[in-house]
C-alpha cells in the first residue's frame, strides 16, 4: 500500500511504499498474466503469447525473488545465512536442471 508522509519541514509529501505487498502485488500480476495466457490460447490469440509469457515470466520470477529475499533477511537475522541471492538462484536452477553448463 502506498501511504503519503509529512517530512520534517511539514510542507512537502513523500510516498511510503509497504515492503509486505510487494511480493503479493508481483505474484497477482504473475497468476494475471498465467489466466490471460490461458484465455489467449483458448481462444487462439497466438500473436500475443510470447508477449504475455515473457510478462508472465518476469512477473512471476520476481516475485520468487522477492520471496527469496525475504526468506534471507529472515535468516541472517536469526544467524543461519545460507548464501547470497544468486547462488541460491543458481542452485535453484540446478535443481530444475535449467541452468546453463557454464554456472555448474
Not at 511539514?10 to 510487494?22: K, M, T
Not at 511480493?23 to 504473475?30: A, F, L
Request: with cysteine.
Amino acid at each position: 500500500m502506498a501511504s503519503s508522509r509529512r517530512t520534517t519541514n511539514g510542507d512537502a509529501r513523500s510516498i511510503v511504499v509497504s515492503r509486505a505487498s510487494s511480493p503479493c502485488s508481483k505474484w497477482g500480476s504473475g497468476l494475471y498474466f498465467t489466466a490471460t495466457v490461458a484465455y489467449a490460447a483458448s481462444r487462439g490469440l497466438y500473436g500475443s503469447l510470447p508477449f504475455l509469457l515473457l510478462f508472465q515470466a518476469g512477473f512471476l520470477y520476481t516475485g520468487i525473488l522477492s520471496l527469496r529475499e525475504r526468506f534471507e533477511r529472515g535468516a541472517q537475522r536469526m544467524g543461519t545465512a545460507r548464501g547470497s541471492t544468486l547462488e541460491l538462484t543458481v542452485q535453484l536452477l540446478r535443481d530444475f536442471n535449467g541452468v546453463p553448463a557454464v554456472f555448474r
